[in-house]
């Protein structure tokens, strides 16, 4: 018999919060064991983008949840035509935006089944100049396309798949993912078919050192994502549980924190309806409170750019809500730039942290990677 969903035992590395020391910053490192008889030293980080690794270390502002392009509409049963443009004339001029704001990376989520395409990201990398993060795995059940046979192919199988991406890039562009995510539950509860691909994307996770990324909107089903992928053993410290301010609930994402994984405020600038107007300032009181508990170290923000109207093109915010809005309003209720800081630059660049030289070799012929999240006193 499988140990609950729901059963939550606090993991021995969980955290509710950290403590800074005086006068400085808690230090951000990522320590890397390559295999548990390895005699190298850890080495210096890296963030895997579409145009290569790039030292974590020079990484400043990252937005870690978005899209640059999304096909939805395509989906049996859905008729609402959801659609980010896909044109590179459009997002590029979006993309370079965010850059002159001082964002520095950004990344893209869209994965298999919603128009991931690996050479449009990597163009668009090139032609702007801003890093992007690429990633990987299957959305949630109503999306998963036919042809990725989740319903018939074991989770080692589906686990192989991901891991051979991480290592030989994606088809034969050669480029490779930096995180796997989004992966999502379609409804409160968590289907047979997305208990697979959890199931798969944390051992891909476990092999690859890859983070996970999820889809929980508008209910507890975080819970659920979490409790699977920690019964497959993935270090919570590499688990961000995404669109918790859709369902903004203190012991909620409390629960979430406890046993150590980061989550991510991403709906942020969202307003295609009242509702979406009327959550952003709760979440805000929500994030505020967190801060003031002393969790900064496990939030991360984001805006989930998924439609055509959020681009400013055409009316929305863009990529940039978070630096021309949001944080003002942040600053402006007490949150401190140290905490802004850990939020936007320390903690996504935590998550998207890889060892150097990592995905090398053939897929069968990896080490298992482990990473340790930064301890509360700061201590590597």
């Not at 049963?77 to 590029?92: F, G, K, M, P, Q």
């Not at 002159?100 to 032609?127: F, I, Y």
């Not at 009181?285 to 681009?311: F, I, N, P």
Request: aromatic fraction near 6%; proline fraction near 7%; glycine fraction near 10%.
């Amino acid at each position: 018999m499988r140990t609950s969903r729901f059963a939550s035992p606090a993991p021995a590395n969980a955290t509710s919060g950290i403590s800074r020391p005086k006068g400085g910053h808690v230090r951000d490192d990522v320590v890397v064991s390559a295999s548990p008889s390895s005699s190298h030293p850890p080495r210096d980080p890296v963030v895997q983008t579409v145009t290569g690794p790039v030292p974590a270390g020079t990484l400043g502002f990252i937005l870690p949840h978005e899209h640059t392009g999304l096909e939805l509409w395509h989906i049996q049963n859905r008729w609402d035509y959801w659609e980010l443009i896909r044109d590179e004339d459009v997002i590029a001029p979006e993309l370079e935006r965010f850059r002159a704001r001082g964002g520095t990376c950004l990344v893209d989520v869209t994965n298999h089944g919603l128009g991931r395409d690996a050479m449009r990201l990597r163009r668009l990398s090139e032609r702007t100049g801003l890093p992007i993060v690429m990633g990987s795995g299957w959305y949630r059940q109503a999306y998963y396309p036919p042809e990725a046979l989740v319903d018939r192919r074991s989770v080692d199988e589906l686990a192989e798949e991901l891991i051979r991406e991480f290592h030989e890039g994606v088809a034969d562009t050669g480029i490779r993912p930096g995180i796997i995510g989004e992966i999502g539950t379609d409804k409160p509860w968590m289907s047979a078919q997305e208990e697979r691909v959890f199931r798969a994307c944390a051992r891909a996770a476990k092999a690859t050192g890859m983070a996970v990324t999820t889809h929980a909107a508008q209910s507890r089903v975080g819970l659920v994502q979490l409790d699977v992928l920690l019964e497959e053993g993935l270090d919570p410290a590499r688990i961000v549980i995404g669109h918790v301010d859709s369902y903004p609930y203190l012991d909620y994402h409390l629960a979430l924190l406890e046993r150590g994984a980061s989550i991510e405020f991403d709906f942020l600038g969202m307003d295609f309806s009242r509702l979406d107007t009327a959550m952003e300032p709760r979440g805000e009181r929500l994030l505020c409170e967190l801060v003031g508990r002393g969790h900064a170290d496990r939030l991360l923000l984001s805006q989930d750019v998924c439609h055509t109207l959020q681009l400013a093109a055409f009316g929305g915010h863009g990529y940039t809500y978070l630096q021309e809005t949001y944080l003002p309003r942040l600053r402006a209720a007490g949150v401190s730039d140290e905490a802004i800081q850990r939020m936007t630059v320390e903690n996504p660049r935590r998550i998207l942290s890889l060892p150097s030289g990592s995905g090398t070799g053939s897929p069968g012929a990896h080490a298992e990677t482990s990473f340790r999240a930064p301890s509360p006193d700061g201590a590597a």
